[in-house]
């Protein structure tokens, strides 16, 4: 197929890494424009080798292009080097399939990871020759939807959207494209506003536009209101109850470049059984829903030779909680052994299995283990209700000890509601207590050198959907104080030459909060931050937090507002009109637990009640 | 070495987008081709193993060639494996752009197809050029720089400085051909780890040479042939 690059070869040559933008990836589907009634641009808000390694935009590549009327193509985030180019020479930004302006598609679909890619969203509509605000766009634009895990709260960036996807792709998008097939072929013409009237009415579709907020005095919402009564004053998230009805990629596109994922994927459940009060993952992807072992069985061998990969991993939350692990495990090592493919684990629960796979997977010697207790006391861990006691933690470590390994890798999170100094200061002691189970477990003569606990840290982020949605942050001040707290307490352990800190950078994190927690007004800001500069905000090297504070001080937006003023249980937050399937009680229930430091039993011990048994699927109705 | 383990070269092709893919993601996609094509390849030992597999020379970013080579060692008999249906499975699953063109079983002992490399051919076309000059000219010139020159002294930079390097034994090839609306170069330089002359430092020495600035013209490059020296004579790496 002769398709001509929208690039020309002096410009491609000029750029790095013009494999970015020409296709040609293995695996790519190839579709004759001429039996296509819907053309969908699919992006990814980051650069190629980023967006490349999503596993979700693959399933919706996959999902869409099953359709015989419609193509979806794919769209990245032209680096800074070639925006620059594009804006200066006014190119369109383009499809990789067809290299076909984005303008010209049906719908821009673009997946929301994480908050800090809210500028490059700005910059693929800046670049399209796109407007802005939704309500400047007419029927000649392409609808743009919004999915991903922001779109729990994507206020922010509300203004930007037409549609956002509530839940999983699975379940609501043919429903919504052939919708939008009708509206098109209406004999009055297509009306962008009754279309979006109607998808409304479809689970899981969100219309920001059909939504008015109005505000308190003292800043703070006083409704949420739809426009109209026919649609749901609630957007209920759509969850795929069977598994066996899953779309997978079992071909997945490979690119010629290397991505930052060169693997094959295997999804093998969602949702999480845990409940951890800070993780939102956790919440917004219940109820636990495992796939069964045969059928990844089967995906997997498929994949593998669809892809030519060399290497394998399994992406899930706590993996270690999937049923048949071991089985899985036990075919893929078999499978895998003599085609010179290896097998990569996800973090799993340190304990006599996982280390016995490990062993057989990688050289004991060069690699290093990681725990992620999240926080250092055991009151502490129970406020998160990360079920880890001490003892699962030095247990593991001992085994591990044992079995040869002298690096270990620990995640914590400073900045978590209720944390006192003795809290912080509980981190570093563990790390000295494990350095010292080390010398106390391995002989002086089978030691390999001493060993090493690299100790990390993040600042929390309060999210939506989480019983900790109601929590102040602190002042970026506050964060440098506790982290540096911790670094001296560990250089007077008696360990300390065996132990090492790092810390991650407040002002990211700020960022992130008032993202996460934002409402419709912060949207100015983003727009003004876009327009003075600021683009690929997740990578350190062109983030700049000076330009962000001058946007919010420019646009009248207080930071403060959303990250370290005390909420009460009753406001309205920015998010109350989107249901993710678990009731506001559960919410405050689990918040007034971590008060109490009180920890609530995962799903397959005992149900709590959080809702997600109306989905009619998955862990709730196990065993 | 043990009678199933082969040593297979593999002639192919790399045009059209491929050309922007460097030298390690080529590599990087034959490692997966070959899996995806089930090659009987061989593989090193150990938790990472790693096939068996090197290539004759990297090709720049934004070259095409029709005359590219990699070896592999394979873990089969001939009879199990034609060298065509070697050539074969990994058409099949190959993209566009790249194209096996020749396989060929090797004797063991053979070097390796880099070890091999003695000089490569070109043809060079330009894309775009803002001077104007006649064939007959450009021929003219040509002769005197070349044809007459006793040598062709340059200052090579390498990663270790800068040294001295006299181009005119490593040019086996210098002709300039006439065609429609223009002509075009004809070269075969001095290829390998010994005496490596890329195609556009040679022509733009002979543009400099001409007077003409590098910044007056583009050139799109195509490498048409690898060749190792025997008894003094080129002959392609499978020939």
Redesign the interface.
């Known amino acids: 197929?002769d398709i001509k690059?929208a690039l020309s070869?002096?410009i491609?040559?000029s750029v790095e890494k013009?494999?970015r933008y020409?296709?040609?990836?293995?695996n790519?589907i190839r579709k004759d424009l001429k039996d296509i009634d819907i053309r969908f641009a699919m992006c990814f808000p980051d650069v190629y080798e980023i967006g490349m390694s999503h596993l979700g935009i693959q399933i919706l590549y996959e999902l869409f292009n099953r359709r015989n009327d419609t193509y979806c193509e794919r769209v990245y985030s032209p680096w800074p080097d070639l925006h620059e180019i594009m804006k200066e020479k006014k190119i369109p930004l383009f499809t990789l399939e067809t290299q076909s302006p984005v303008k010209d598609f049906a719908f821009l679909g673009i997946t929301l990871q994480y908050e800090m890619c809210y500028t490059n969203v700005l910059q693929v509509l800046d670049l399209s020759g796109m407007p802005f605000l939704a309500k400047d766009r007419d029927e000649t634009y392409p609808i743009v939807i919004g999915g991903g895990p922001c779109v729990y709260n994507a206020e922010p960036i509300a203004d930007f959207f037409d549609i956002f996807y509530i839940g999983e792709g699975e379940v609501s998008y043919n429903a919504l494209l052939d919708l939008y097939l009708r509206h098109k072929n209406d004999p009055n013409g297509y009306d962008k506003k009754a279309f979006l009237h109607e998808a409304a009415k479809i689970d899981g579709i969100y219309v920001p536009s059909l939504f008015d907020v109005t505000y308190n005095p003292d800043g703070t919402i006083s409704a949420i209101t739809p426009l109209y009564d026919d649609i749901p004053k609630k957007v209920k998230r759509v969850v795929l109850t069977d598994m066996d009805e899953d779309v997978y990629p079992v071909h997945p596109l490979?690119p010629?470049?290397?991505p930052v994922q060169?693997r094959v994927v295997l999804e093998i459940q969602r949702g999480c059984i845990r409940g951890c009060r800070f993780c939102q993952a956790g919440m917004i992807y219940r109820p636990n829903r495992e796939k069964s072992v045969d059928k990844l069985k089967e995906y997997a061998k498929e994949m593998?030779?669809?892809?030519?990969?060399?290497e394998i991993s399994l992406s899930s939350l706590s993996t270690s909680d999937y049923s048949d692990l071991r089985e899985l495990l036990d075919f893929l090592i078999t499978e895998c052994a003599d085609?010179?493919?290896?097998v990569s684990l996800p973090s799993l629960r340190i304990d006599a299995f996982s280390l016995d796979v490990m062993k057989r997977?990688?050289?004991v010697k060069k690699s290093s283990l990681t725990f992620a207790p999240e926080a250092g006391s055991q009151r502490m861990r129970n406020v998160i209700n990360k079920g880890l006691t001490v003892e699962d933690i030095m247990g593991g470590a001992a085994e591990a000890f044992k079995g040869g390994w002298n690096k270990v890798k620990l995640y914590f999170m400073l900045g978590l509601p209720t944390e006192t100094d003795e809290d912080i200061l509980a981190i570093p002691e563990l790390g000295n207590e494990m350095a010292a189970l080390y010398y106390d477990t391995v002989p002086k003569e089978e030691r390999h050198g001493k060993c090493q606990i690299n100790m990390s840290t993040s600042f929390f982020v309060p999210k939506p959907f989480t019983p900790f949605q109601w929590a102040k942050m602190e002042p970026p001040s506050e964060y440098k104080r506790k982290a540096r707290l911790l670094n001296d307490a560990m250089k007077e352990k008696l360990n300390h030459k065996s132990l090492s800190y790092q810390w991650h950078h407040p002002e990211v994190t700020i960022l992130e909060g008032v993202f996460a927690r934002g409402d419709r007004r912060v949207g100015k800001t983003i727009l003004y931050a876009y327009l003075h500069g600021c683009l690929f905000d997740a990578w350190t090297d062109y983030f700049s937090f000076e330009r962000w504070e001058e946007a919010f001080t420019a646009t009248g937006v207080d930071m403060d507002f959303y990250t370290i003023r005390e909420r009460s249980l009753d406001e309205i937050l920015p998010w109350s009109h989107i249901d993710v399937g678990i009731t506001e009680e559960f919410f405050k229930r689990e918040w007034e637990n971590a008060m109490k430091a009180s920890v609530t039993p995962n799903c397959r011990d005992k149900c709590s009640g959080c809702g997600c048994r109306s989905y009619g699927g998955g862990v709730c109705y196990a065993g | 070495m043990p009678d199933n383990i082969k040593k297979m070269r593999l002639k192919f092709s790399k045009t059209?987008?491929?050309r922007?893919?460097?030298h390690?993601?080529v590599m990087?996609?034959f490692?997966?081709?070959?899996?995806?094509a089930?090659i009987p390849?061989r593989?090193s030992e150990g938790?990472?193993?790693?096939?068996i597999m090197s290539f004759a020379s990297p090709l720049g970013?934004?070259l095409i060639s029709s005359g590219e080579y990699v070896d592999m060692d394979l873990v089969c008999t001939e009879e199990e494996y034609s060298a065509a249906d070697i050539m074969n499975r990994m058409n099949k699953?190959l993209?566009?752009?790249i194209s096996i063109l020749d396989a060929a079983y090797l004797p063991y002992k053979e070097p390796n197809a880099m070890a091999s490399v003695a000089a490569a051919s070109y043809i060079v076309h330009y894309?775009d050029k803002s001077f104007d000059m006649s064939f007959e000219e450009i021929c003219r010139k040509k002769t005197v720089f070349f044809d007459e020159a006793s040598s062709i002294n340059i200052i090579k930079k390498t990663k270790k400085g800068e040294r001295k390097v006299d181009l005119k034994p490593l040019i086996y090839r210098f002709d300039i051909k006439p065609e429609a609306n223009g002509y075009f170069f004809d070269l075969m330089l001095s290829s390998g780890s010994q005496d490596n002359i890329k195609p556009e430092l040679m022509l733009d020495t002979f543009h400099e040479a001409m007077g003409i600035s590098t910044e007056a013209y583009?050139f799109?490059i195509e490498r048409t042939d690898l060749y190792k020296n025997v008894d003094n004579t080129f002959v392609p790496l499978i020939g």
């Open positions: 197929m690059n070869d002096d491609l040559l013009p494999a020409v296709g040609n990836e293995v790519i490979v010629l470049i290397k060169d593998l030779l669809s892809s030519g990969h060399e085609k010179g493919i290896s997977l990688s050289d | 059209g987008n491929m922007f893919i460097g390690l993601d990087r996609y490692q997966k081709v070959i899996r995806k089930e390849i593989y938790f990472h193993p790693h096939q970013m934004g699953v993209s566009e752009g894309t583009h799109f």
